[in-house]
């Protein structure tokens, strides 16, 4: 298991939903400890909004709302604007790295990654699981770090992409069946 909080992307949900074979949102919940989607995807997902709602109804999932009074206090939400507008500027800052390297830009907002982001520094997340590469980008660029506790020392946040997914639940999978073959 991947212990600590971990935010879960979008892509990541609309693959799981769609990939019939195995339960692969069950995977999730198997492989990550603490599971937190930040309402801006939530939001974006369209068509499988009701999976990852299931799975905050059913309490395996936690739904980061800033815009909730239960949610953050009113000093929270502060610190987290400043996050999320940091994070934005960050975004900038790499388009405007791309732009002058003469590289494609990606034409999505990044609405769903700036608030992750965001919310994952404001809660001390190591990981967030996406298959949107930029998000490592921001992160090493801006060397964006969390602590589990103010004992540890900060270390980069971990970007899980769909690949880095599948390695440890394989790797967990394994342990747990001890030589048993796990299907993926």
Same mark, same amino acid.
């Given at each position: 298991m991947r212990r600590g909080k971990v935010f879960i992307d979008t892509n990541i949900i609309q693959l799981a939903a769609v990939y019939k074979k195995s339960d692969v949102i069950g995977w999730i919940n198997q492989l990550y400890e603490d599971v937190y989607i930040h309402i801006s995807v939530l939001n974006e997902l369209l068509l499988n909004r009701s999976v990852a709602e299931k799975q905050i109804h *059913?309490?395996?999932w936690q739904l980061f709302d800033p815009?909730?009074?239960?949610?953050l206090s009113h000093d929270e939400f502060e610190i987290y604007r400043y996050y999320e507008r940091y994070i934005g500027e960050s975004?900038?800052?790499?388009? =405007?790295k791309k732009r002058n390297l003469g590289m494609i830009l990606k034409s999505t907002s990044n609405l769903g990654e700036i608030h992750t982001l965001?919310?994952?520094m404001l809660l001390q997340a190591r990981i967030i699981c996406s298959n949107d590469y930029e998000i490592r980008e921001i992160i090493h660029d *801006?060397?964006?770090c969390t602590a589990t506790s103010e004992y540890d020392t900060p270390e980069l946040i971990i970007q899980d992409?769909? =690949?880095? !997914?599948? !390695?440890f639940l394989r790797t967990t999978q394994s342990?747990?069946?001890k030589?048993? *073959?796990a299907t993926l």
């Open positions: *059913e309490q395996r815009d909730d009074v239960q949610c975004f900038k800052r790499l388009y =405007e965001a919310a994952a *801006e060397e964006i992409t769909l =690949e880095d !997914f599948c !390695f342990c747990n069946q030589g048993s *073959e």
